[in-house]
């Protein structure tokens, strides 16, 4: 039984103009020509068009619900980045025509305005941390309530998405070990990073779904999605009030939802770890609702090209500071924060080092004159910086008037950069390549231990057998050492069941595996001494990760009194 | 156990009990601690009547806290807090559901062994002043009655 919620549908109406623009494998918004970065655009929406039928087909085609959770979630990837693209063609366009229509363009245009240099931006290390609360324990009994999730985040008309995790009980936080980079953002970007979330287990009896699912979605579309559509094409494309994650169809299928989202813009940038508030999107009663703690932490960094990239060079003469005063002809290479003066332009590349380096930053003033009396290089560019107390002061000669206007250019434009950027220029961020991304591992069903039993009488009978043996046999002898590492705490949250009880053991078991027994209430411990206050070590458990949840500890010696 | 009249005898009487808690700096306290729990052994309980019950008890409330205030007393048996049960719980969540932060008010309910001395009352004189006899496992004690 399955409830079609308010949210429409993605899907294109049969026999809609947008359906033919699909189907003819192309999506044009005018039959103007494109300039070459429109072409470009052109050429990503093709290829999103074509992940996103082969997503179609592949949701078709899977049996497992995981395989179905990965292609729906490339499907709404591929949906949304259509849109984007499909807006920002919309967005260019517009401007085209309005520029066309508008003022003529003249040689001397209007004096174009400075704008700041491009950067990367990288965002790894994101963590989730949640918030699991006792009743998650009690609320299904042997049974692993699982989702799976996954982050999308948005620059502009970027957008990426990291992979497809699932989320359990057992852990605390949600990790992904992306590395995401966007490569040409300016400093006034936003970064709209959101979670989204669905349920692994069937919400409903829907088996069998995902081929009828797969058929509405390339065939259909609603009057209430169409206008969605409609609506995203005249918004900007990335505009931040709406999700970036279209809708999903309401039919069968894994269906996702927008658990929390955050915008980050360059304050967030740090060349560290940082928190940063979570705002919370679904409420409770959602299926895919998370225990979120309400933070997300992740190092973002910024470079800005400025600083990787050398954005003048040529030949200067410089004076050294200090005797003698000579001219040293030199190869200047303005990258990043820093002037370098090498002795000639072929040592950039064999990696030598500068014979100085004159740093530029924020503080540095740079004066630019022409000087009648100095014979040969009158251009004179002076760069100086305080120290402290001291202030150091370089003097540069340029080799022509159209040399020393070009090197104030380039030092005008660091400034603005500098001024734009703000803390990404003090140092240059690192940013590690993100490393290729590996194919989804499909995560065997971490069923409770109740699944994975399997009944064989004989082994009942030879762990009867042991029981038995033990209960008749000797006290307790002390445990040997190294049993000490099965010892389980003995306040154990969970649920755990008071009625079993393992026998304590003197000896190791010598099943193959050590699987717990669990007796009736009415079973009556193994007799100790009382006032025995030493601790028996438990059955040791040769699963330990799965011992979570189990309780095989024999029985309790303490009476642990705490203060409140 | 059976009962002479006039026989004084332990009563379970509930008691609720509001204890409003005291902020010590970061925590907000009680003022009492607790023992018991499905996951200790009961026999070790002093304060139990039947050595196993794995319930939990008040093992000791300081001087002038609140609980004290509030009229809690040593050997009360916590049957809720707000609530939630306690008799079927661990230490550890015992614990937690009595130290909520969120919660500055717990309301508890009690159960307390208590003398019932209202029988005595509404004896003849003659039999009042006779000697009571509690009976116990081992054969039966003679006690001094109260005058």
Partial sequence: MFSRNHRSRVTVARGSALEMEFKRGRFRLSLLCDPPEDTELQRKLDHEIRMREGACKLLAACSQREQALEATKSLLVCNSRILNYMGELQRRKEAQVLKKTGRRPSDSGPPTERSPCRGQICISDLRIPLMWKDTEYFKNKGDLHRWAVFLLLQIGEHIQDTEMILVDRTLTDISFQNNVLFAEAGPDFELRLELYGACVEEEGALAGAPKRLATKLSSSLGRSSGRRVRASLETAGGSGSSPILLPTPAVGGPRYHLLAHTTLTLAAVQDGFRTHDLTLATPEENPAWLPLYGSVCCRLVAQPLCMIQPTASGTLRVQQAGEPRDWVQVHGVLKGTNLFCYRQPEDTDAGDEPLFTIAINKETQVRAGELDQAAGWPFTLSISNRYGEEEVTHALQAESRGALQSWMEALWQLFFDMSQWKQCCDEIMKIETPAPRKPPQVLAKQGSLYHEMAIEPLDDIAAVTDILAQREGARLETPPPWLAVFTDQPALPGPCSPASVAPAPARIHSLPWGRPRTFSLDAVPPDHSPGASRLVAPLPLQRSPRSRGLCSKGPPHTWLQSPV | ?147
């Fill in chain 2, 1 to 147: 156990m059976f009962l002479w009249p006039g026989q004084p005898f332990l009563l379970s009487v509930q008691q609720r009990v509001e204890i409003h808690k005291l902020r010590q700096g970061e925590n907000l306290i009680l003022g009492f601690s607790i023992g018991g729990g499905i996951d200790q052994d009961p026999s070790q309980n002093p304060f139990s009547e039947d050595k196993t019950d794995k319930g939990i008890y008040v093992t000791r409330v300081s001087e002038g806290g609140p609980a004290e205030i509030a009229g809690l007393q040593i050997g009360d048996k916590i049957m809720q807090v707000n609530g939630w049960d306690m008799t079927m719980v661990t230490h550890d969540q015992a614990r937690k559901r009595l130290t909520k932060r969120s919660e500055e008010v717990v309301r508890l309910l009690v159960t307390r062994q208590s003398l019932d001395t209202t029988s005595m009352l509404c004896l003849p004189p003659i039999l009042a002043s006779a000697h009571c006899w509690v009976p116990n496992s081992e054969g039966q004690e003679r006690i001094p009655g109260p005058a």
